[in-house]
């Protein structure tokens, strides 16, 4: 039992990375557009999410960096790098009207080469590791609440005893779940999503919804990269630990069956899963094994949810399909 | 409502058929386009791109050794597009490639680390690492096509899965069953007999893919086979109607498809590498997805295609430890390239008729 | 911007479309008037629907000018023509499936917040002046067509649309829904709005409109006041030359039992019955027609038959010309032809189910035959010979054999489906829609080939949606209503109002009301 506390309370810190590529995800899927360049757009806000407080504290000089500042300048940056992103994808598959399936593949490629690129540029600019001072680390890892709440028995341990990143994610997911079912423009959005043609012949701009879901989206998922940077890498940069991180994302979404509310317990169960081999060891099992765990789960999930085919659990109708209003 | 803007300032209208020379001036401007972008990261770096392209070329091709590592390269490339090839005209997103690589390298070592020694004959060794190789990539692409013929389970993540999985297989073998001396994680060197001869100084792998690009190329375009997969990916329905049993066919082409991404395993274990390590693979699966696409799936366009992104390739490792632009930059420019490919199409496909010229263009 | 209303709202001059080298719309002048129904006439790919496009920002046109109250505007999307007032319900719904009718009414609006309260009264309001009736909040999955059509209606006026155009409202109603839809439409002319209405049916022309435009080929013919038209006029105006309405039908002299179908129930993924303990035998040398409302079971029938739809039970037996019978139930349409069935089915969904849009017209021969001969390699000189063979006998309209098939017109592309399935000469041909969206000219030349096979003794099946050509066509008319068998009457001693009325009960007059 207390294995268990630990493992999922440790679970929230990686399922917080998850469940920002998720949400991001969900958001550019609803409007019809599926990039499967999250993978890419992780890595990159996983790097820019970090050179930008890293650039901030050596132009101040390391102690005078104020923490708010640092904390909002990776976000902004890792959003900003994954807005253009999905702009850029946009471009490609909406203006240019190419393949969805291939662009996000090549932005998968893109993203991840240029998160390389810049580490590695950085890398040398400064002569170390990308990384922050112990006072900024501790900033973008910190378990702000009070004690009384962290000493509730379990709950504390899994909920209480997170970074100020996993309430931004549980907020973000209930404000989009309310963007989508209560507000006119999430009404809008899913109706380009679902059927563009209907959303087109009523006057809704296919094209801008297009995009600025699709910005938004890449936007937050790079916010999953950067989490994953500052919080479970410790502030440093290596390429290798994000990797596969931004196709769980991808295969999250279908787990949550398109419904942002969703995204927040499968990350955190997805979290678990990935760490699961260093908090619960089974004797003789060999720990190279035990690391496909969540994959193999991934791969179970998609079988069953594609063998139950239930109508009001489908992906959005028009799903990966460019739209051409002179082609119907 | 002003006069001004009766009309949009741009609309688009379907191209009938374009001249096939002004199709590939289109192809070639955006692949120079790609070039052109492909200057930025450089120039981020501090460095001068004309001289690092230069560098790059003759990094890649300016000596025999050069060209022979450029090739080594290649080969893999070339093997997994065409392999990746009858997926993707069938529009199966198989991106498991990679998996499938490891496997048939896992399976192959597995003859050349338990067989070798038994088997005098390198002809016969090799043979059957081939074939165990071949099995190994086909099984593992057979899983995810069986379910995505029987359930329609998406493709493109159990494929991306299952090469983690295999992966993940590898370092438990480097570290555990096959490990070498205790605590190295590394699987000693194959034997001679497991190990593919040279000629003209590169693994004869390349030979191997040339005869399989023209297999290849036979397959898709004059089989029954080929027409099946290209009914297929152009309709579903159409195909049922036809006849064809879809599922079938699916799990036919994952066999297939996985088979030759298999044998290019092997040839990397028993060729490149002589030995099985965790990144084998090291993204040929991923980069011959560009190779396949950007060759339109014409088998023989994928030898350039593949040639080029291996000289982008060993062009920027040269690059790398002559003027310390990180290696990665292949990455971007391979993605650059490929974002202009997919672009480009549109201005094949559509033509744009601006505001002003309206009239002439109604009366052509 | 209350101006005093004209009564001509739109006019529209020397409008012209092409579409690649196709001309849709060729130097158009047309007015709009309110207070009146106009019936825009003409064929299929006459150019009706492409002109209505540019009236509500489909599409742009590429020359030409629009008026509205005698002002130009350019239409160039959607909202540009909702907010000049111009409402457009499409023959294939705008609706999203996963909404609510309330939802789907409220779409593309910026009026400030969702408040679907407002909107239900607003639509309750909207209903009670014209006379509909709708559940704003139903999904629009649960509906039936001619709700979701009173929903598409209910949207354009809730925008205030003042011109409203009607693309084929027809199509998929039953007379009894029709005759409410053009109540509706007379209490909105007598509101003083201006109504185009889309249509081929020249009864409905005739029964409903002030003013009649015809299009022939993409140019406009002339407008006529409805008072002084009649039926041939019209027809006149509308084929440009006086058309045998006749369809032969010779009688065959031996007929024989074909397909024998007894019992046969399907149900589709959602576990909804879509035929329904269907019994009837087609016989060779006989047209039989199929009819019934849009959805009625016909498109399940023909698959089911060829083997393409997983049966629940029923037996579907095939009399061979030896006196042998085979049990087609159960069968692949491979098994089913390798056991020596001929059998040949134009389906309704040409390109994206009896061709592949991408091949030429060899390849699309080779549907039927790429796995005949032995070894892997096909045998492309059999359908290259069949392909040309079509395209000299059937007229195709191609640059070569190898010209990709989507990029034809619509009656060509029906010309190398036809052709090909009727090519190895089966005992039973099964047909859906086959003269959808051609002109007339070819519509004949498909009637005459039916008739041919007919002749040489084939078991035809003919499902169709227009009832004068199903009464002058076929031999037999079976009627599905709902997936039910309504009842099968002799083509040559029934009538139109006996059909309709089948359509829409089972069992017709035997039937309950």
């Keep these: 039992m207390n294995a268990l506390v630990l493992l999922f309370g440790a679970a929230g810190a990686y399922g917080t990375a998850l469940m920002f590529g998720t949400l991001g995800e969900i958001l550019t899927e609803k409007s019809g557009n599926m990039n499967l360049g999250v993978e890419g757009i992780m890595y990159m806000g996983g790097i820019f999410g970090l050179i930008a407080p890293n650039l901030y504290e050596q132009a101040v000089g390391e102690g005078n960096a104020n923490p708010f500042v640092a904390i909002l300048l990776a976000i902004v940056a890792a959003f900003a790098v994954g807005a253009l992103a999905g702009a850029l994808f946009s471009f490609i598959t909406v203006t240019l ?23 590695e540029l950085r890398r040398l600019q400064i002569g170390g590791y990308v990384t922050l001072s112990n006072d900024l680390k501790f900033a973008f890892d910190n378990k702000f609440m009070p004690d009384f709440l962290k000493n509730i028995p379990i709950v504390g341990r899994i909920i209480f005893n ?19 079912t209560k507000t006119k423009t999430g ?47 410790g502030c440093v940069w290596i390429e290798a630990s994000l990797s596969g991180t931004g196709w769980l994302a991808v295969a999250l979404v279908i787990f949550c069956t398109w419904r942002p509310l969703n995204a927040i317990w499968s990350s955190i169960l997805f979290g678990a899963l990935m760490i699961m081999y260093l908090r619960i060891i089974v004797p003789f099992f060999p720990t190279e094994l035990y690391k496909i765990l969540p994959y193999v789960v ?31 | 409502m002003t006069n001004e803007s009766k009309t949009p300032l741009i609309r688009l209208a379907k191209r009938d058929a374009m001249d096939p020379k002004k199709v590939w001036a289109i192809r070639i401007g955006s692949i120079v386009v790609a070039l052109i972008l492909g200057m930025i990261p450089i120039l981020m770096a501090g460095k001068n791109p004309f001289q690092s392209y230069g560098i790059m070329i003759s990094g890649a091709l300016s000596k025999p050794g050069y060209i022979r590592q450029t090739v080594k390269k290649a080969i893999p490339l070339l093997g997994c597009a065409l392999a990746i090839a009858p997926c993707f005209k ?112 590169v693994y004869c792998g390349w030979i191997i893919v040339l005869v399989l690009v023209v297999l290849v190329h036979i397959y898709m375009n004059y089989t029954k086979h080929g027409y099946e997969v290209a009914v297929i990916g152009d309709s579903l329905n159409t195909a049922r109607y036809a006849g064809m049993n879809v599922g079938w066919v699916m799990m036919r082409t994952m066999l297939l498809s996985g088979a030759i991404s298999g044998v290019v395993g092997w040839m990397l274990v028993s060729g490149a590498n002589g030995t099985l390590n965790s990144d084998v693979a090291g993204g040929v699966g991923f980069t011959s997805i560009t190779v396949a696409w950007l060759s339109q799936l014409n088998s023989f366009a994928m030898i350039i295609i593949a040639s080029i992104l291996a000289i982008i390739d060993k062009g920027s490792a040269t690059l790398q430890t002559k003027l310390s632009v990180p290696a990665s930059v292949a990455e971007i420019v391979s993605g650059i390239l490929l974002f202009c490919m997919l672009g480009c199409e549109f201005f094949i496909n559509y033509k744009l008729i601006f505001r002003g010229k309206k009239d002439k263009e109604v009366q052509a | 911007m209350q101006k005093v209303q004209s009564k001509c709202a739109i006019e529209l001059k020397g409008i012209t479309k092409t579409f690649g080298k196709v001309v849709a719309n060729d130097d158009i002048n047309l007015s709009i008037n309110r207070g009146e129904i106009l019936c825009l006439l003409g064929e299929n790919g006459s150019g009706k629907t492409t002109l209505m496009n540019m009236l509500s920002g489909i599409y742009q046109p590429d020359g030409g000018e629009i008026f509205k109250d005698g002002e ?20 294939h719904y705008h609706l999203v499936d996963v909404f609510t009718a309330a939802q789907n009414i409220i779409l593309g609006l910026d009026d400030g917040k969702m408040d679907l309260g407002a909107v239900n009264e607003k639509v309750k309001e909207i209903c009670d002046r014209y ?75 005739l029964d409903v409109s002030d003013k009649v435009a015809i299009l022939r080929k993409g140019k406009y013919i002339g407008t006529v006041d409805t008072k002084t038209a009649t039926a041939q006029s019209l027809t006149d105006m509308m084929v440009g030359r006086s058309v045998k309405l006749n369809i032969d039908r010779p009688l065959y002299s031996n007929p024989k039992d074909k397909l024998v179908i007894e019992n046969l129930t399907v149900v589709d993924g959602e576990g909804i019955k879509k035929l329904d303990s269907v019994t009837f035998t087609a016989k060779s040398g006989e047209i039989l027609g199929v009819a019934g409302i849009a959805g009625s079971g016909q498109k399940e029938l023909l698959e089911s038959i060829s083997g393409l739809y997983p049966i629940m039970e029923g037996s579907i037996l095939f009399n061979g010309d030896d006196g042998s019978q085979i049990e087609l139930v159960g069968k692949t349409p491979m098994q089913i032809r390798n056991i020596g069935v001929g059998m040949g089915f134009v389906p309704e969904d040409r390109l994206g189910m009896g061709l592949v849009g991408s091949m030429g017209m060899t390849n699309n021969m080779m549907l039927r035959s790429w796995r005949h001969g032995n070894g892997m390699f096909f045998n492309k000189k059999a359908p290259q010979a069949l392909a040309e063979k079509v395209w000299d006998e059937l007229e195709v309209v191609t640059p070569s054999t190898e010209f990709p098939v989507r990029r034809m017109s619509g009656g060509n592309i029906q010309k190398v489906l036809v052709g090909r399935e009727i090519a190895s000469k089966p005992p ?15 519509s004949y030349a498909i009637y005459n080939l039916l008739t041919e096979q007919k002749m040489s003794g084939a078991a035809v099946l003919y499902i169709g949606e227009e009832l004068d050509v199903l009464l002058e066509l076929c031999d037999r008319i079976l009627v599905l209503c709902g997936g039910k068998v309504s009842g099968i009457v002799d083509a040559r001693n029934t009538t139109k109002e006996e059909i309709g009325f089948m359509m829409t009960t089972v069992g017709g007059k035997g039937g309950k009301e």
């Design chain 1, 97 to 119: 009207r190419a393949n969805q399936n291939v662009t996000g593949l090549a932005m998968a490629t893109f993203g991840t080469g240029v998160a390389k690129f810049a580490g």
């Design chain 1, 162 to 180: 997170q970074s100020e990143f996993f309430y931004m994610g549980i907020i973000l997911a209930i404000a989009m779940h309310l963007f989508l």
């Design chain 1, 187 to 233: 009404l809008y959005l899913r109706a380009v999503g679902e059927s563009p043609v209907t959303a087109d012949a009523a006057g809704i701009n296919i094209t801008k919804y297009k995009y600025i879901a699709t910005m938004v989206g890449g936007g937050i998922t790079a916010i999953g990269g950067m989490v994953y940077t500052m919080t479970t890498a």
């Design chain 1, 298 to 328: 991934t791969i179970i999930v998609l079988v069953i949810t594609s063998m139950r085919n239930i109508k009001d659990k489908q992906p959005p109708a028009s799903l990966g399909v460019n739209y051409f209003r002179e082609e119907r």
């Design chain 2, 90 to 201: 069938m529009k199966f997103w198989n991106i498991g490639a990679e998996g499938q690589i490891t496997m048939g390298a896992i399976f192959a070592s597995f003859i050349s680390i338990n067989l070798a020694s038994h088997i005098q004959s390198r002809f016969i060794v090799l043979v059957l690492m081939m074939l165990a190789g071949a099995l190994g990539g086909a099984l593992w692409a057979f899983i995810p096509g069986f379910f995505k013929a029987k359930y329609n389970t998406n493709e493109t993540l159990f494929t991306l899965m299952m090469n983690y999985i295999a992966i993940g297989i590898v370092r438990w073998l480097q570290g555990g069953p096959w490990e070498g001396r205790p605590g190295t994680q590394i699987i000693p060197m194959f034997p001679d007999n497991a190990r593919l001869p040279n000629v003209f100084g």
């Design chain 3, 72 to 91: 130009p505007v350019a239409i160039r999307s959607p909202r540009d023509a909702f907010d000049l007032g111009i409402g457009m319900i499409h023959q």
């Design chain 3, 131 to 205: 006379g509909f009736d709708i559940d704003p909040k139903k999904k629009v999955y649960d509906m039936s067509v001619s709700q979701k059509q009173t929903v598409e209606i209910v949207k354009v006026l809730y925008r205030g649309a003042e011109i409203l155009i009607l693309d084929e409202p027809t199509a998929v109603l039953t007379p009894q829904e029709t005759d409410k839809l053009f109540a509706v439409l007379r209490n909105m002319k007598a509101d003083n709005k201006a109504i185009v209405l889309i249509t081929h049916k020249l009864a409905e022309v």
């Design chain 3, 428 to 442: 039973v041909l099964l047909t859906a829609y086959a003269v959808r969206g051609l002109d007339i000219n070819t």
